[in-house]
């Protein structure tokens, strides 16, 4: 029987311990951290996703603004709106919900945002310095995963750590900071040969491919850490993971559950990143 990872509980102590901070950040500076939030377009996943933002923000105390643009709003508009709140000193972080309508460039929006503003950590410029581990702000699903290992007390260090997916947002970073946590680090995907045999193999396996309970129970080693990034709707409504969890979790020495896992940590990470934005802003 598997540890369950609470990630609503471990959510909730982060965001207690980013209310505090913002207390003392408004003492100081006499403003609140900021974060201006756009979206594009009607996708019904993103409009949750941007509401919860919101709601997110002001629960720890946060200024806050929304974008909800048009389906028809052009590159022009967009890098316009872009530019503005680069400007605006009420705002410290800005976040474009991807994906973007089609008829828009996603690196050019993103190549757009200030670095310093950037609390996805999608800008080039950060992604460097998370290569090179001398960053200020982390993508947030792979930090809040990091952060629930932490807090379970599970160590990294010398572990085999299996990441199945190579996604920008979550794959490609994931595996990065498992490197830093010195970890020994496998990276899986679609063209991957032999994708059972590498997962059983390891310790700390990391499912963040898109396709719902891909991860079956004979490709997950006896007392393996699991953690699941997926979020995937069955036509029955209901929500499942990466990770068929009933086969799966038996065989763990930890899981983290879907929904209540992962999930929650990314609006956390995201938080704490647009404090952290701020604080250096105001530091300068
Ligand atoms: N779409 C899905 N996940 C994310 C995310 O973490 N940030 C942004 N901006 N868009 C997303």
């Known amino acids: 029987m598997a540890q369950i990872i609470d990630g609503k509980a471990i959510s909730r102590q982060v965001r207690e311990e980013i209310a505090a901070e913002v207390v003392s950040f408004k003492e100081k500076y006499n403003c609140a951290p900021g974060l201006a939030v756009v979206i594009v377009g009607n996708d019904p996943a993103s409009q949750v996703y941007v509401r919860n933002k919101k709601r997110g923000c002001e629960e720890v105390g946060f200024y806050s603004e929304s974008y909800e643009l048009d389906e028809s709003t052009t590159q022009e508009e967009l890098n316009a709106l872009v530019e503005k709140l680069n400007n605006d000193e009420k705002i410290h972080g800005i976040l474009v919900q991807l994906p973007l309508p089609k008829h828009l460039n996603e690196t050019e929006v993103l190549l757009r945002i200030k670095p310093e503003k950037d609390v996805d950590a999608f800008h080039p410029y950060n992604v460097g310095k998370i290569m090179i581990g001398n960053h200020d702000l982390l993508p947030c699903t792979p930090a809040g995963v ?23 947002i979550v794959g490609k970073p994931m595996a990065m900071l498992l490197l830093h946590a010195n970890g020994t680090v496998t990276v899986c995907h679609s063209k991957t040969q032999k994708l ?15 396709k719902p309970e891909f991860v079956k129970g004979d ?55 647009t404090l952290t934005a701020a604080k250096i802003a105001r530091e300068k």
């Open 196 to 210: 059972a045999d590498i997962c059983r193999e390891a310790d700390i396996l990391v499912a963040s491919i898109g």
């Open 146 to 168: 990091m952060v629930l290992l932490e807090k379970s007390g599970i160590d990294v260090t010398g572990k085999k750590c299996v990441v199945i997916g190579r996604s920008n």
């Open 219 to 273: 490709m997950v080693k006896e007392g393996a850490v699991v953690v699941d990034v997926g979020i995937n709707r069955l036509d029955s409504g209901k929500l499942v993971g990466d990770v068929a969890f009933s086969e799966v979790e038996p065989k763990a020495s930890y899981i983290t559950p879907v929904p209540g896992g992962v999930g929650p940590m990314t609006i956390t990470m995201l938080l704490k990143n």
